[in-house]
């Protein structure tokens, strides 16, 4: 039956029934932004893809796969009555059915009420660890279970696990307490401890589950509207307007918490930006590629955030600044630490460029070197701060100096303001295309440099990591095509050589539904990037002239490890003369680096690193009996001991501040403690030590 709300008038003539309105009906919001989504992608999506039955599975592959991406909800026969629908979610997208979503709603709702009665039973009793048993954590591994007491196995064995690294952890911190005569720590006995740890996972996973029983119809049809997005690209995506306004409070740079972009990965909420000067930078232990699985406010219990929303995740880990948030990590190599971050407004000063005099000891030359953490700029006020002004700044402080070259650091630095990176590159070239932007129509336009006064002209190294994305590749990239710099670092850059656009769907409503707002916005893919030479940086991202071992070298990290990115292509080469006044010997550079790469024992370290932690990233096989279990963690915390000195000691570089900043500094104790905490950091950089190395070393440069 359908409900109808009557407005009244009440006047003196009595009472008039004005009109009768029809709420809004789910069903209705859901299919008109269908039709808006599917209208957007083929008109303003810069690959739009024909909706066929190839497309059609794509999306239910990646659907299915967020919909249980543990595979502990959905049984084998779920998956084969839904995969009835494999080839027709286009045809879906096109006339409005919601038979496929309905359907898939239905049995995960139902799933997941079975899971919270699967837990309740398992963890009633006790476990036996002394039993011989495994579990594989890698769900790509699993089938789906076949029954359901296959799949009560499997919760069995997922909640044994996760009672077990608690219980281990407990049992440790008390023999370490017993150590060290600390009478504050409560002893417990094995079996005391194991009732502990179970009713801590029960209360964990309670939690979770009814989070996840608490989803509302809505949110899941909306992770279904992006999964069908996402098979366009991975940047391109729907956001409804709750998320739009976390979206926008994330990237406006005003940063109460503790300072770290994060994002959804397969269940996981994910570390992928360190804002630099932010809490968890001065904080020094959270990294990108972090996975947070649990957050406690001060004096309280964690809460699971595995498979919770980002949104509601993120609202934990927000907070008022003087508080302290407690994160239990993953780390990239499998292990788990507790990070405790206290919440604070970021300086904006310690975002922006900044620079330091570097000298190699023995050595005479003076290296200018700046730091440059994104490519920023207000986009309110033409008039105020900018990367391109505060570079300039900075540059000109250097060359005060007298430097004998620049290294300028561009690792970590995930992109910005395209025209702050052309107007920066044009810096160190007379004049010329910096990058090629390409639309979906049209030939590319070409972006110049038009100001022929180059600011510097001496050796230049430019340096770049797997995290330097967008227009740091730009940048990069250009210097590379000029042969203007000598580009070293990780083996590739990030590979986003893409540009995203937000449109809100509000506009595009039909009048007749008017009453559905507000739906938000949609985020698309409009542009590519393309390199002077014609290539674009979108998926392969840069490789560096001088490539140096990091612990990252064999782990899948930037654009490649996403769900269907954007292919690399070539377009024709913009027409620029390459620089012909190089100070830097390459031929020379690339002979005397690798020699040192071949004898020199920290490279060595660091490429066993590397080796170590792809190593131990791919082991997802646990054992569950406890000494067994005891034994692997103890092998794998004596692996990584070997590499505990790395990036600990001071290297043979001193680091100053230029003399235009001593009269600030002098003036400001709090600055300059922190300038000169920076340059102990500096001191401690094994790849900046041979950037300035490589520009300290005459027989690689030529003094003009």
Do not use: C
Not at 221 to 249: C, Q, R, T
Not at 419 to 436: L, N, R
Not at 540 to 562: H, M, N
Not at 579 to 602: E, G, H, P, V
């Amino acid at each position: 039956m359908r409900r109808y709300a009557i407005y009244v008038i009440l006047s003196m003539a009595g009472i008039l029934l004005l009109a009768a309105w029809k709420p809004t009906d789910p069903v209705t919001r859901d299919r008109v932004l269908m039709n808006l989504v599917t209208n957007s992608l083929n008109n303003l999506h810069y690959n739009p893809k024909e909706l066929n039955d190839s497309l059609s599975a794509q999306v239910f592959d990646l659907y299915l796969k967020r919909l249980d991406i543990s595979k502990r909800f959905l049984l084998q026969e779920d998956v084969n009555a839904l995969s009835a629908f494999r080839y027709s979610i286009d045809d879906a997208f096109q006339d409005g059915s919601m038979t496929f979503f309905e359907l898939s709603n239905e049995i995960i709702t139902r799933r997941i009420d079975e899971a919270q009665q699967y837990a309740n039973e398992i963890l009633a009793q006790p476990f036996d660890f002394s039993k011989e048993a495994f579990i594989e954590t890698d769900a790509d591994k699993l089938d789906y279970a076949a029954t359901p007491d296959e799949l009560k196995e499997r919760w069995q064995l997922n909640l044994k696990f996760q009672t077990l690294s608690r219980l281990s952890g407990k049992m440790e911190e008390q023999e370490k307490a017993i150590e060290k005569g600390d009478t504050t720590f409560t002893q417990k006995t094995f079996a005391e401890w194991e009732v502990w740890a179970r009713e801590n996972v029960a209360k964990r996973n309670k939690d979770w589950l009814t989070r996840l029983q608490k989803t509302e119809r809505k949110e899941r049809f909306d992770m279904f509207l992006n999964a069908f997005i996402n098979v366009f690209d991975p940047h391109s995506g729907y956001y409804p307007p709750k998320a739009k306004e976390d979206f926008d409070i994330r990237f406006s740079g005003q940063l109460e918490g503790i300072g770290a972009t994060l994002e959804q990965e397969d269940g996981y909420i994910k570390v992928n930006r360190i804002v630099p000067g932010s809490a968890s930078a001065r904080q020094g232990e959270l990294e990108v590629g972090d996975l947070i699985v649990k957050v406690a406010q001060d004096g309280e219990e964690p809460v699971d955030v595995v498979d919770m929303r980002l949104d509601d995740a993120v609202r934990l880990i927000r907070g008022p600044k003087g508080t302290t948030v407690h994160l239990t990590v993953r780390k990239i190599d499998g292990s788990l630490t507790i990070i405790s971050i206290v919440r604070e407004v970021v300086v904006l000063e310690e975002t922006f460029a900044k620079s330091a005099i570097l000298q190699e000891e023995g050595s005479k030359r003076r290296i200018g070197y700046i730091k440059l953490p994104s490519f920023y700029m207000d986009f309110n006020d033409s008039q105020g701060r900018s990367s391109a002004k505060d570079v300039l700044a900075e540059l000109n402080k250097l060359q005060e100096e007298g430097i004998d070259g620049l290294v300028f650091d561009l690792r970590d630095n995930g992109g910005g303001s395209l025209m702050d990176a052309v107007s920066i590159a044009g810096y160190f070239i007379e004049k010329g295309p910096v990058v090629q932007v390409k639309s979906r129509m049209g030939a590319p336009s070409v972006f110049d440099d038009k100001d022929a006064k180059v600011q510097y002209a001496g050796p230049l190294v430019v340096m770049v990591n797997s995290f330097s994305a967008s227009a740091s590749e730009i940048f990069a990239a250009a210097m590379q095509d000029y042969g203007r710099a000598l580009i070293i670092g990780s083996a590739t850059t990030f590979g986003k050589g893409t540009v995203q656009r937000f449109f809100e769907l509000d506009r595009m409503v039909p009048q007749e539904n008017e009453d559905i707002k507000p739906l938000g916005s949609i985020k698309l893919t409009t542009q590519k990037f393309y390199r002077i030479n014609g290539n674009t940086t979108q998926l392969q991202g840069l490789t560096p002239d001088i490539i140096l071992p990091d612990r990252f070298a064999y782990v899948d990290i930037g654009e490649k490890e996403r769900d269907y990115p954007m292919p690399w292509n070539i377009i024709d080469p913009a027409t620029y003369q390459p620089w012909t006044s190089s100070t830097l010997d390459m031929k020379a550079i690339r002979q005397y680096q690798n020699r040192r790469m071949t004898s020199d024992t920290t490279f060595q370290l660091l490429q066993d690193q590397a080796r170590q932690l792809k190593s131990q990233r791919d082991a997802t096989y646990y054992p569950l009996e406890w000494q067994a279990y005891l034994d692997f963690e103890a092998l794998r915390k004596a692996e990584n001991k070997r590499f505990e000195s790395l990036g600990k000691n001071a290297l043979d570089i001193m680091a100053s501040y230029p003399k235009a900043d001593q009269i600030l500094l002098e003036a400001d104790t709090v600055k300059r403690a922190t300038m000169e905490k920076w340059h102990e950091q500096l001191r401690k950089d094994r790849h900046l030590f041979e950037a300035v190395n490589i520009l300290s070393t005459p027989k690689l440069v030529r003094v003009n």
